[in-house]
């Protein structure tokens, strides 16, 4: 009989961070800890945590004190706000891939899309991400399921973290017709996918299939699914008291997985008791799946001691682990004891399986690297913003750091505008997404430009969202054009007409305004679905004809520039901006045959306002008359001045 044991089996990182962090829980606490649901799908493991005092509930309402620990499935946000609210202490063990599906639901939700979970709608997991949008999602799973959903302005779907990726991908390639706008997370966890891939493998080799795991686990029967594709004979055991021994002996080849809940002691005890039946067999497929490693490859350890130059590692393999100090992290300056303590659990790369001394040669910057590698794929795949430090200018663009790993921005990513002097980047640090990766090559290109679009789309939405007709905006000129100026208004440019630039006549909008001018407009009208607003510069300025009714009426003598010079007569602008005409014949009390054999535009002139027609708005002026006046004053008062003298002499 052969055995093979598939890669990857038994607890998955979630369910055994949700343990460790509830028997630290006991240890630390003691009584009065309860855990809100079953921590995990396994019968068994959950009793040997209820003997060391874990209790578990299914209403935490009726607990006065104590601490609830949330499992790995996670919660909805408002009973977790529930919880804190009893002044109960809560210990969260949801897992951190199921943590990121729920920031993912409540941002785009936020955004305004509508969710569509993929997974059972009755699984915890499911519930607990729906409650990140209010328990608004569609839930499905199925194809009919799919096809019914109606049809969406925007979608965002994510996936239960144990579904299969066939049958995610399959629903979202229908689910894609459904929307006008749709975001795609493929939220299966890496280790749930790559547990259903060994499955998948194993079960194509063997003539019998032994899955072991909870029957009520979804990813423990996800893992019996695949392998019945392969194998006809599977069988789900929760512990090895559920297989039949003799029943196995008629096979040649059996292959063993494990679902993500199932800790190791319960698989352990299943291989010890197959033994009987092969024992040398089975003991070389322990020694392989259990203590095999290899370079290149992440392990789990714990510190055993700490030097100011080295760490050695204890890495269950038969021999230990050296970590040293330029292995640490990519910063020189950090010390060994400056980041562990011994008995912490710690993840190492395995650069070399022998030192020349019997050590394994380990790295912790290595796996930093991986991880960092991992984040800008992930970032990649989500479209988010990572921070990114430029280092230099080339030729094409810019050599940035993201999360300590090389990268280049071309120039046309760097801005959303053209830059010419891509020096002055150097040293400045600022957010971009990753558009290109590539792990082999050790690639990534990244755009500084995708995230001023959206920064830009966001402020034009707020923008829109702020206009009201007749309120007064303030805007920055951005460039002149014959008929009128273009205006920021802050991601969206509004236009003011020439005719609005002014009340007097303007013959080119440069007579008023320049490219760079800060100025305060109205909005006379918009059409968002046009993209068009229309702004008033003279709105924001009392009209010149009311101030002009105010300040000046029949009789008054003003000054005024010639503006323009005609056949007929000149027009001169008055002090408060509106024009008046002065007739040819009110010219000079000599006969004038044309306005411009006396006057010419720019000079100022001493006029009286011999008509006002409010109706038709018009202006009748007079110099000659002006200057009568004025003579008539001056002979006055020399009149006056001589009876002064005469009266003094006599």
């Known amino acids: 009989m052969k055995i093979i044991i598939a890669d990857n089996a038994g607890y998955c990182f979630g369910v055994k961070r949700a343990e460790d962090l509830t028997k630290n829980t006991l240890k630390n606490v003691g009584p009065n800890v309860y855990s809100y649901g079953p921590l995990v799908h396994n019968k068994q493991a959950v009793s040997a945590l209820e003997k060391e005092g874990l209790i578990t509930i299914d209403d935490y309402k009726n607990i006065n004190e104590g601490y609830i620990i949330i499992r790995s499935h996670g919660i909805p946000k408002m009973v977790a706000k529930d919880i804190e609210d009893r002044n109960l202490e809560l210990v969260d063990c949801t897992c951190p891939y199921v943590l990121s599906v729920h920031k993912k639901v409540e941002d785009y939700s936020n955004k305004g899309y509508d969710i569509i979970i993929v997974g059972d709608a009755n699984h915890p997991e499911v519930i607990g991400i729906n409650g990140w949008c209010d328990n608004k999602a569609y839930i499905i799973n199925s194809e009919e399921e799919a096809n019914n959903l109606p049809n969406l302005k925007k979608i965002c779907v994510v996936s239960q973290t144990t579904n299969r990726l066939d049958k995610y991908e399959s629903l979202a390639e229908i689910i894609k017709y459904k929307a006008d706008e749709l975001v795609l997370h493929n939220t299966i966890c890496n280790a749930t996918k790559l547990r259903q891939q060994s499955a998948e493998e194993v079960s194509k080799k063997v003539d019998a299939m032994v899955v072991i795991g909870g029957k009520n686990s979804s990813n423990t029967l996800k893992l019996v699914e695949i392998s019945k594709r392969n194998c006809k004979n599977v069988f789900h055991i929760e512990t090895i008291k559920d297989l039949s021994l003799q029943d196995m002996q008629r096979f040649n080849t059996i292959g063993i997985t494990a679902g993500a809940s199932t800790p190791d002691w319960i698989i352990k005890e299943a291989v010890l008791a197959m033994d009987n039946l092969n024992k040398d067999e089975m003991m070389e497929a322990i020694e392989s799946s259990f203590k095999r490693i290899h370079r290149g490859e992440v392990v789990k350890g714990t510190v055993l001691y700490v030097t100011d130059n080295e760490i050695m590692v204890n890495i269950n393999y038969k021999s230990d682990g050296i970590i040293t100090r330029d292995e640490l992290s990519t910063d020189s300056d950090v010390t060994p004891k400056s980041i562990v303590n011994v008995g912490d659990e710690i993840s190492v790369y395995v650069l070399k399986l022998d030192d020349g001394e019997g050590n394994v040669v380990l790295s912790l910057k290595r796996v930093n690297d991986i991880k960092n590698w991992d984040k800008l794929e992930e970032a990649m795949n989500n479209k988010s913003e990572i921070e990114c430090k430029v280092l230099s200018a080339v030729k094409g663009g810019l050599t940035v750091l993201a999360l300590g790993i090389n990268g280049f921005m071309p120039a046309s990513h760097v801005s959303t505008n053209y830059v010419s002097d891509l020096e002055q980047f150097k040293g400045r640090t600022f957010k971009a997404r990753v558009i290109d990766l590539d792990k082999d090559k050790r690639r990534v290109i990244l755009s500084r430009k995708e995230v ?8 034009r939405s707020e923008v829109w969202t702020k206009l009201n007709v007749d309120e007064t905006i303030e805007g920055v000129v951005q460039r002149l054009t014959d008929f009128g100026a273009f205006v920021d208004l802050g991601g969206v440019d509004g236009l003011i007409h020439i005719s609005d630039l002014s009340w007097n006549r303007v013959k080119h909008p440069s007579e008023v305004l320049k490219a760079g001018d800060k100025v305060e407009v109205v909005v006379l009208s918009f059409d968002q679905s046009k993209n068009r607003i229309s702004l008033g510069l003279k709105q924001t300025k009392e009209e010149p004809w009311e101030v002009f009714k105010k300040n000046v009426k029949v009789g008054d003598i003003i000054d005024g520039k010639v503006v323009n010079l005609l056949d007929f007569g000149a027009f001169v602008r008055l002090n408060d901006g509106v024009d008046g005409l002065l007739h040819v014949s009110q010219i000079s009390k000599e006969h004038v045959n044309k306005p411009a054999d006396v006057l010419k535009v720019g000079e100022i002139v001493k006029v009286k306002v011999i008509e006002i027609n409010e109706d038709e ?27 002064i003298e005469d009266i003094i002499k006599n």
């Open 452 to 459: 001023e679009k959206e920064e830009l789309a966001k402020k």
């Open 617 to 643: 708005r018009k202006i009748s002026l007079s110099a000659k008359d002006a200057i009568e006046e004025e003579q008539a004053e001056v002979i006055e008062n020399t009149e006056v001045t001589t009876n």
